[in-house]
């Protein structure tokens, strides 16, 4: 084949040896007309101090939790893979999703299996593999770094708070106090002050002991213990694996602003050992970037004993990693060999300035910006007029000035339950009782006939479609309910746990899961009557959810932010309940980005035009992506009361009286 052609013969080799096969012997076997068995335990391949690993079992481990050690796993984990010296572009002319195919057969195939199948396929799959979990393990050591670094802040502003806290006590009536201490300095400025002012101040010197303590933890002090105890913190623990990130990943950005950073990280690299040294060398070129100016200026830059302005060297590290982290959450810096932290000139579509006037004409918005602004103008001017000319019957919202804020909602309370939704409740209990889950999912399985057009992920079945559907619908009820594969499999059926388990392994991939999830979701539009539900809804509620569930869980990951392994599952509901997409969400993600991927690629019948989320998405961003997209965004609005709403054009401050006092100028 011609992926295997264009590998080296030791390239090859190495491939080989990830299932223990010795090349010279598989061709020798080859030309008997005789496939090489099994040979035990695959070869060990030395990576740094693992010298008794098994490489290909290590390459396809799951990242632990977010420490140190796991970060420095992770970084032998990609130097193993990097050390099989697969060609770029190897796979450039194959589609993403074959490819994904191809990995995914490779990953369930035990070594065994991988052994005698013939040189090229092996070859193939096994290629596949190691090229995706080299992107794969890339984004995790960028996730890696970017959690690490929010945890070492958030870890200091824990510590230090509770510190202050535990001694902080309010002090009132400050003004009396300063009145009492004034007047008894001046009535007896040359007495001792614990003889004059103490006794003046109620409670004496342990008030004035208090007062100084408030003004401490409020101020520049609370900002600068925290910055102390997060240097310690960087210094003593977390510098060791961020240093080696450095040397692992390769960052670059397309934007000149972030270019400090690009060369402020290749300072950090050459300077890595340089020892106790506190400060850069003079004449030696620090770069100043957003991360050195604000509060960490003070600390960054320091006079030293001859009066000379010089760059202290761990707090540059620190300033430059927080630095780094933003702008990787953004992608104004990307990451070489990286797929979720790609360039992100490798998001647009190829031939998009081609296709300009086709792809502009699909998603309904004119060519010329102009004619778009014109629009977003007329827009504005109608829906202000329409506020402003309905505000009087409004009785649930005022808009006057305050000191709080100009808008005020009135709460509404809650709606008043149907008048025969308790009797239908208790004739449906009467009628079925309770019924089990994995009964329901029977049910929609033999309705819907999602089960039909799954297939396994190595090609091949020889399993009958109803002893395969039995078993996945096991597979699904034991990770769906979080019960697990082997207390299923302890029920009373056919099924061992080994055969269950081969089953999820073969054929219960993510995307499997999701098409799934979409046959039903259609079946149920389908099957709905008009009479009891209505007509079809055009809007979904969207939020994410904490699962915590096994770790061979196919979605499973390790979530820093809830502790523990589990599932964070951001899910688009419409409004009948019926789930119309589920997706996995790393704990640093954009819940943002995961709303507008739900309403746009939810693969159902519905049609999104709405989508209600929690005040996560009140973001401009998420506001203009809608936009374009052709959907409204329905965000919960956090402390509307001080929300401004902009002017259309200058020199219309007379329009919109009722809403003068929450108007600002225009954007």
């Known amino acids: 084949m011609r992926i295997a052609s264009r590998l080296s013969p030791e390239t090859t080799q190495r491939i080989y040896a990830l299932v223990g096969i010795d090349d010279a012997s598989r061709t020798a076997a080859e030309a008997a007309g005789d496939r090489q068995e099994p040979t035990g335990q695959t070869p060990a391949e030395e990576v740094e101090d693992d010298e008794d690993l098994d490489v290909l079992a290590f390459i396809k481990s799951a990242p632990g939790n977010v420490s140190l050690e796991s970060m420095m796993t992770e970084i032998r984990k990609l130097a193993a893979v990097r050390a099989i010296e697969l060609p770029p572009g190897l796979f450039a002319d194959v589609a993403p999703k074959v490819l994904a195919a191809w990995r995914a057969r490779a990953a369930v195939e035990a070594p065994s299996h991988m052994r005698t199948h013939p040189r090229e396929l092996a070859v193939l799959l096994l290629a596949a593999l190691v090229c995706e979990r080299e992107r794969e393990i890339t984004d995790t050591l960028v996730e890696l770094l970017i959690v690490t670094v929010h945890r070492i802040k958030a870890r200091a502003d824990s510590k230090v708070t509770k510190e202050l806290i535990n001694a902080f006590k309010r002090v009132t009536g400050k003004e009396n106090i300063l009145f009492k201490v004034a007047d008894a300095a001046l009535g007896h400025p040359d007495d001792p002050v614990r003889a004059v002012i103490f006794p003046a101040v109620s409670g004496g010197e342990q008030t004035l002991k208090d007062l100084v303590h408030e003004f401490k933890t409020k101020g520049p002090a609370y900002r600068t213990t925290v910055q102390t105890t997060l240097r310690a913190s960087y210094t003593n623990h977390y510098r060791r694996g961020l240093i080696a990130l450095l040397d692992t990943l390769e960052f670059k950005s397309n934007n000149t602003a972030y270019q400090p950073v690009i060369e402020a990280l290749e300072l950090i690299r050459r300077y890595a050992k340089a020892g106790n040294t506190t400060y850069y060398p003079r004449g030696e070129v620090v770069p100043e970037h957003r ?377």
């Open 291 to 667: 991360g050195t100016a604000g509060d960490w200026e003070n600390l960054v830059f320091k006079n030293d004993k001859r009066g000379r302005r010089r760059v202290v060297r761990m707090v540059y590290e620190i300033v430059t990693f927080q630095a780094l982290r933003e702008a990787l959450r953004c992608k104004e810096i990307w990451v070489v060999g990286a797929h979720s932290f790609r360039d992100p000139e490798e998001d647009l579509p190829k031939d998009f300035a081609t296709r300009r006037v086709e792809n502009y004409a699909e998603l309904r918005k004119p060519l010329d910006p102009k004619d778009f602004i014109a629009e977003l103008k007329a827009e504005m001017r109608a829906e202000l007029e329409a506020l402003n000319t309905a505000l009087p019957k409004l009785d649930w919202l005022t808009i006057s000035e305050r000191k709080s804020g100009a808008i005020k909602l009135t709460k509404i309370g809650p709606a008043d339950e149907p008048q025969n939704l308790r009797k239908i409740k208790k004739e449906v209990g009467r009628r079925w009782g309770s019924v089990p889950l994995i009964d329901m999912l029977k049910e929609a399985v033999l309705r819907t006939g999602c089960l039909n057009a799954v297939t396994s992920v190595a090609g091949t079945s020889s399993l009958k479609p109803e002893v395969l559907a039995e078993r996945l619908m096991l597979a699904i009820f034991g990770y769906g309910t979080n019960t697990g594969i082997r207390a299923v499999a302890s029920g009373g059926h056919a099924h061992s746990e080994d055969d269950i388990r081969y089953v999820r392994r073969r054929y219960l991939t993510p995307q499997i899961a999701t098409d799934i999830a979409i046959a039903i979701a259609n079946a149920t539009f389908t099957a709905r009557d008009v009479e009891l539900w209505g007509e079809g809804t055009t809007t979904v509620a969207s939020d994410s959810t904490h699962v915590r569930a096994y770790d061979q869980n196919i979605f499973t990951e390790w979530h820093s932010r809830y502790g523990g392994r589990g599932i964070l599952i951001y899910w688009h509901i419409e409004r009948g309940s019926m789930v119309v997409h589920s997706q996995t969400l790393r704990a640093s993600a954009s819940e943002v980005h995961a709303m507008i991927e739900g309403a746009v690629r939810h693969g159902t019948t519905m049609k999104v035009e709405g989508n209600y989320v929690d005040s996560h998405g009140q973001t401009e961003i998420g506001f203009g992506v809608s936009r374009l997209l052709g959907f409204d965004l329905l965000p919960r609005i956090k402390q509307i009361n001080k929300v401004k709403l902009y002017r259309v054009e200058s020199g219309e401050s007379d329009l919109y009286p009722r809403l003068t006092p929450a108007m600002t100028r225009p954007h």
